[in-house]
């Protein structure tokens, strides 16, 4: 009996403090204060990578990209398949660019001095063994051209870059000759027969 009259006593002593926590704590002070809210949204964590070769679906060599940091991490860090973008490293990516762009358009140029030579040459005769009225045998081919020019001008040119059109009769044509993607060489060839 006494055991049961603590237990209800305790228990009540409890209710009365847990209540007079509770009016204390909802009480404020100032009552222009009022609540902090902080949002528990969940942000993915990204880093800033440049590839250092070309990877499937994700880019190719060089490239700036945006990816998951457990992605670089897990996968490209330890790979040695890109590395973190840093001041210095882009830095490296803009002198590299500009030596990029430097080399091709001194190549550019180079291509275009030669289209000038060639142009300037005037025209390039091939002989080839007549047949009846304007009609040779065989025809002229790219090889021929090719071997032509470095007979005479000791140039050395791919026989893939020259676009000739089919010659099977005696005359005059043109020949193009792609020295690189933005400069065509226009060259005369004149076929006569022996």
Do not use: C, W
């Not at 204060?33 to 070769?53: H, N, P």
């Not at 830095?91 to 190549?107: L, S």
């Amino acid at each position: 009996m006494a055991s049961s009259t603590l237990s209800s006593l305790s228990s009540t002593s409890l209710q009365h403090s847990f209540a007079a926590n509770l009016k204390t704590s909802s009480q404020f002070p100032n009552k222009t204060s009022g609540f902090m809210v902080f949002a528990q949204k969940k942000t993915k964590k990204t880093r800033k990578i440049i590839l250092k070769e070309d990877i499937v679906d994700v880019g190719k060599k060089g490239q700036l990209l945006d990816v998951r940091a457990g992605f670089f991490r897990n996968f490209l860090f330890p790979s040695g398949k890109a590395q973190l973008v840093t001041p210095d490293t882009l830095k490296e990516m803009k002198i590299e660019e500009e030596r990029i762009e430097a080399e091709k358009q001194r190549v550019k140029e180079e291509a275009q001095q030669l289209a000038l030579i060639f142009e300037t040459v005037g025209t390039f005769k091939v002989k080839r063994k007549g047949g009846k009225g304007k009609q040779i045998f065989g025809s002229v081919t790219a090889q021929d051209l090719v071997d032509i020019i470095k007979a005479q001008l000791q140039r050395e040119v791919d026989k893939r870059i020259v676009n000739l059109p089919e010659i099977r009769e005696t005359g005059e044509y043109i020949a193009e000759l792609k020295l690189h993607p933005d400069v065509t060489a226009k060259v005369k060839v004149n076929v006569i027969a022996n």
